[in-house]
């Protein structure tokens, strides 16, 4: 390249959960690719010192009083104005060629100015819909409650008390018209997805005209990948064949009552492990032992490595990274036929949701010899993979010969 293309990379947080994580490694890339990059994020971590190509544009408090904003007005995006107009005012200063936006929701954006300013600017943009929130007028995830509003116009909101919950007002419809209006106006503005399933449902919302794109999630295969080291503590179980559940927090839409359930139905020679933060108030019985955190991914990678199945009951999913993690650690998955949450996996190992019984008794089948699982190459599944897709659309819409 002779000239040093600038490109901008925001979203609610960085080096921070699975968005987080994208939004690292893709500067990183970027920058060894010969670009120059800057990352403006709201929310979480402290910048490191050596990060100078980092922001954490958000005022003091704005966070919080963006979400009590929300919780009661149901105006999550279109709040932390004073925060939103420093941003604007660096991306003027910095003068992106690309700006690739991931999560705009997190209660530390206004949409409207930001969305105004990269209509009226020359800046060729790239939107990631790791979820619904920027077609719907108000939540991140609606299939659990069936509903199509999102489709033509959304009113009185059936997910209203769920994130970003609200526990007065329901502007849903108001929400909805004005990401409508605010997005349209942005030309050629390219929605990357990480699953078929979202493509296919950003395909029928009002960003159908859109160039639709779909780059799935990679993970980092140097990490993640079949060791014969043991988790320490995994040989209180060495007897026994363990069935592994991950999730950052573990509640109802993660499947967690049908976990509790499994284990009231597994025999002895099955012992489940939970790896993630549940309420401290539900009693859980001797088949589950539950790990809050884990100190380091190398750790969760013996867990996978030593685990006889993983069982992903997610109700509400994109591309989870867990079921990537398990395959690539030689794994077999087993998950509801939730989103994307299945595209990656052997197609005989989806069960539907709810029937924890069904995942079982294929269980007992790999137990008996009675069913294998496929897997794929796990070259699929690389982060290398992914910023290498990246890469080659952002040459694309820059013009510049891969």
Request: with cysteine.
């Given at each position: ?121 020359e800046t060729k943009s790239i939107f990631v819909f790791h979820d619904c929130w ?129 284990g009231k139905l597994i025999s002895d020679d099955f012992q489940i492990i ?129």
């Amino acid at each position: 390249m002779n000239k040093k293309f600038k490109i901008a990379i925001i979203n609610s947080v960085y080096r921070y959960g699975s968005t987080g994580r994208i939004c690292f490694e893709l500067n990183e890339f970027l920058q060894k690719s010969g670009f120059e990059t800057r990352v403006f994020f709201g929310r979480k971590m402290k910048v490191k010192q050596t990060e100078k190509n980092v922001t954490n544009f958000s005022l003091p408090f704005s966070v919080p009083i963006h979400a009590l904003s929300s919780r009661i007005l149901d105006n999550s995006g279109f709040c932390s104005f004073f925060s939103t107009k420093k941003l604007v005012k660096m991306l003027s200063k910095f003068k992106p060629d690309l700006i690739i936006s991931h999560n705009l929701h997190g209660y530390y954006l206004d949409i409207k100015i930001l969305l105004k300013w990269i209509a009226n600017s020359e800046t060729k943009s790239i939107f990631v819909f790791h979820d619904c929130w920027n077609f719907t007028g108000h939540c991140a995830h609606f299939a659990n409650k069936k509903c199509e509003k999102w489709k033509t116009q959304c009113y009185r909101c059936p997910c209203k008390n769920e994130y970003p919950s609200s526990v007065l007002f329901d502007n849903s419809k108001r929400n909805y018209l004005l990401k409508k209006s605010l997005f349209s106006k942005i030309k050629d503005g390219v929605i990357v997805t990480p699953s078929i399933w979202m493509s296919n449902l950003v395909k029928e919302s009002f960003f159908k005209k859109n160039d639709i794109r779909v780059i799935n999630n990679g993970i980092d295969t140097k990490i993640f990948h079949k060791t014969n080291i043991y988790f320490e503590d995994n040989k209180q179980f060495s007897d026994k064949k363990i069935i592994l559940c991950v999730a950052s927090v573990f509640n109802e839409k993660k499947g967690l009552n049908d976990i509790l359930s499994l284990g009231k139905l597994i025999s002895d020679d099955f012992q489940i492990i939970i790896v993630g933060k549940i309420n401290p108030n539900i009693p859980l019985i001797d088949s589950i032992y539950h790990i809050d955190r884990l100190n380091s991914p190398e750790e969760l990678a013996m867990l996978y490595s030593s685990a006889f199945v993983f069982f992903n009951p997610t109700y509400d999913d994109n591309y989870p990274t867990v079921n990537l993690e398990a395959l690539c650690c030689g794994c077999p998955v087993i998950s509801y036929k939730t989103g994307g949450s299945c595209e990656m996996i052997d197609q005989r190992f989806a069960v539907e949701k709810g029937d924890y019984i069904g995942a079982f008794e294929m269980m007992q089948k790999m137990a008996n010899g009675e069913l294998n699982y496929s897997f794929q190459d796990d070259i699929l599944f690389s982060k290398q993979v992914m910023l290498t897709n990246y890469l080659n659309l952002i040459k694309e819409l820059l013009c510049i010969k891969k």
